[in-house]
Each structure stands twice: as C-alpha cells, then as structure tokens.
C-alpha cells in the first residue's frame, strides 16, 4: 500500500509533526468491540520513529455515561458540540444504531464530521448510519452478516458487497461486523503509516492479521 503524506507525517526518517485525531463516536447500546476493537489500534500505533501516530478519544452526543450492549459503561471523553475538527472519524455498531437513525442531531453530526475528516471508517451496523445520514450514495459498503438486508432496505444508493470484510472507497472505509473493525483500522494504519506500522501494531496487540483471510484472499476490497 502507498504511504499516503496527509496530515504532514513523512517515514523516511523526518519526525512527525502533528498527531492525527481520532474521534469514536459512541451511543446506548453501542457494540463494545466495534468502538474497542479500532480504539486499541489507534492507541496502540506508533510511527516509524517510535512517536504515537494519533490521539484517540471517544465522543458523544451528550455528557455522561453510556451503556453499551451488554452493560458496560463507559464515560466518553467529549460531547460531539465541543470536538474539535478531527482527521478520523470513527462510526460503530450495535442494536443503538437502529434507534440513532431517526435521531436527527446524531445524523446532523455524521454527516458534518464524515464529510470534514481526512477519513471516516463504520464498523458493523454503524454503516446504517451512514446511510441514513445519506453518506453511502455512489460508494461499495459491507455490514454485519445478519444486517445486510436492513441496509439495502434503506436504498442508500450504495453497491452492497456481501462477504467483503473491508471496503475501500477511499475517505470511507466500511467494515463488516464487530471483529472486522480491527481489520479496518489496521488498513488505515498501513495506509497512512505505511505496511510495517501496521504489522507493528498488529504484533503489539497479539493480533494474527497478514491482510488475508485463512484462504488468501484480501481482506479489503477495493471499491470499484
């Protein structure tokens, strides 16, 4: 994968200049691994010089707690009204998602953040938010096996790609379900740090990832 030089880091020996910003948005009933899983690869990459690559926080509409699916509370770090601009915006899933799609101020937010980051990456059911916030219009999306049917319900105008566990369209990249948006998050980490951060990261976490699913085939697709 080419390094892409955005966001004024160089990896031939030039230290970085700035951190990219990660916001993970989070809501009741949020699937915890959708926002976990991509958090800790964000948290955990480091560029070739050993700096942290991004600063990584978890957002939400309101302040306080919430209660993600299964229980486990987590206190977002900010509310969406005082987030600074951020380069990576970060949409998981879970049953909340299905509840978030007739909210307007979360569409409202979305669609605003998605279309001023450098890169907005859903995982699982967070792309019906994209759809519902009319983000997947010409782009290829993926979502959780057993949500594919409710997201060609919403006639977003996407292509669906059943089966594809990532989906590169370039500033969105959608996952499939849960685990997938570790798999999506180490793709933005080799794309924007290049293929030995990535593996780094990926070692650091304990984490089998080649880019290839157990019968060789790539794990993103590359929308057409």
Do not use: K
Not at 63 to 69: D, N
Not at 174 to 198: F, K, M, N, T, Y
């Amino acid at each position: 994968m080419p390094v892409d030089p955005a966001g004024e880091c160089a990896f031939a020996g030039t230290r970085c200049t700035r951190r990219r910003r990660v916001a993970i948005l989070l809501f009741d009933e949020v699937e915890v691994l959708d926002f976990a899983g991509p958090f800790e690869v964000f948290a955990v990459a480091r560029t070739a010089l050993g700096d942290a690559a991004f600063d990584v926080m978890t957002v939400a509409l309101e302040p306080g707690e919430v209660a993600t699916r299964n229980g486990l509370r987590v206190v977002p770090g900010a509310t969406t009204g005082s987030l600074e601009a951020t380069d990576i915006l970060v949409i998981p899933g879970g049953p909340g998602t299905r509840r978030e799609m007739t909210n307007p101020q979360m569409l409202e937010f979305v669609g605003t953040a998605s279309c001023s980051a450098e890169l907005t990456l859903s995982v699982c059911t967070g792309a019906l938010l994209l759809g519902a916030a009319g983000l997947l219009a010409g782009r290829s999306a993926t979502t959780h096996w057993a949500a594919m049917g409710e997201l060609e319900a919403l006639d977003s105008g996407a292509t669906l790609l059943p089966g594809s566990r990532v989906v590169d369209n370039g500033s969105l990249v959608v996952c499939a379900g849960v685990s997938a948006g570790i798999d999506g998050a180490l793709h933005v980490v080799e794309r924007l740090l290049g293929r030995p951060q990535a593996e780094a990261t990926a070692l650091a976490m304990e984490y089998d990832w080649t880019g290839f699913d157990r019968d060789g085939r790539p794990l993103v697709t590359a929308a057409s």
